[in-house]
């Protein structure tokens, strides 16, 4: 298997990382903080964003 190397620590990174490891994958990750996601924005990262649709659009 190859060896694959992420940069970042990010949600997505990690997420990354942690599914390519499942999956038989040497991964290392690589970040210039000494803990993950240091750079996100603590709150957001990750989440769906739901658009909402008036009533009368939603039945037609």
Known sequence: MCHIVVIGSGIT???SAYELA???Y???V???HLFP???TSFA???QPIIK???I???YV
């Open 13 to 15: 990174d990690v997420t």
């Open 22 to 24: 499942q999956l038989g």
């Open 26 to 28: 040497q991964v290392t």
């Open 30 to 32: 690589i970040d210039r």
């Open 37 to 39: 996601a240091m750079e």
């Open 44 to 46: 957001n990262g990750g």
């Open 52 to 54: 909402l649709q008036p």
């Open 56 to 58: 009368s659009l939603m």
